[in-house]
């Protein structure tokens, strides 16, 4: 079974990674086909480590591809599941890492511009993303919507108590690792606050927060009907 996901989170479910030399030859054994694999010690976790920021802080998404080999499908114990109704809990762990990619996903042109125009008009901009601190304290910098501000992820954000989220959200400028339901929260906690507060989206997840929102944008035709919906 193969996985991709979030890097730093699925490089520390896997146990193992393929070996590949310093010369690149295929990590293939020619005689076997077999792929040569070695555990996960102390320096290959440092040099993962250093994979993910190297990509993130050149504003590139990162990606980690990983496997896990079962004797059948569905695994053993999972008989009566359906073939594609296997829970992800029973994959993604004691996994094999195969590699980390970087995907870059430019600015569009304008982007800056309109986020100076916000700027201009008295609108705070704030970001809410799945990616990386890093990534995202990269590209919220190309943006201009990072000027210094805090930077949070979403898990620590759902810690924190009423007081302490009413006291960091307004000058909370980036929320990465954030999920559906942080978005939600944190558009609540503004309105609490007294501000007007427009959201966009275009996923199934934006529903939440799209809906909570005084004004709701479902941007581009591809928008999810959940968004438009809301």
């Known amino acids: 079974a193969y996985v991709k996901g979030a890097s730093e989170i699925l490089t520390k479910l896997c146990r ?19 792929v040569e694999v070695t555990e996960i010690d102390e320096f290959s976790e440092e040099n993962i ?25 569905p ?11 296997v829970p992800y809990d029973v994959i993604a762990r004691d996994m094999t890492l195969i ?23 008295g609108v705070t901009v704030k970001m809410c993303t ?6 995202a304290r990269s590209i919220a910098t190309q943006c201009g919507i990072y000027t210094g501000g805090i930077i949070m992820e979403g898990p620590v954000f759902r810690q924190l108590d009423e007081s302490q989220m009413l006291k960091i959200v307004p000058r909370l400028q980036v929320l990465a690792r954030s999920l559906s339901e942080d978005k939600k929260i944190l558009v609540e906690k503004l309105r609490t ?15 939440p927060a799209l809906k909570m929102a005084h004004v709701g944008f479902s941007m581009g035709i591809a928008g999810a009907e959940v968004a438009k919906e809301a």
């Open 193 to 207: 606050l007294g501000e007007v507060v427009a959201v966009t989206g275009d996923g199934t997840n934006d529903g």
């Open 130 to 135: 799945g990616d990386n601190v890093l990534t």
């Open 49 to 73: 480590s250093r994979t993910i920021v190297f990509y993130a802080n050149q504003t590139l998404r990162t990606v980690a591809l990983c496997y896990r080999d079962f004797p059948c499908w």
């Open 99 to 121: 590699g980390i990619v970087g995907i870059e996903d430019s600015l569009r042109d304008g982007v800056r511009e309109a986020v100076a125009d916000c700027h201009k008009a």
């Open 75 to 85: 695994p053993p114990g999972m008989q009566n599941i359906a073939f594609d109704d």
């Open 16 to 34: 193992s990674h393929v070996i590949v030399d310093q010369h690149w030859d295929s990590p293939f054994n020619a005689e076997s086909d077999n």
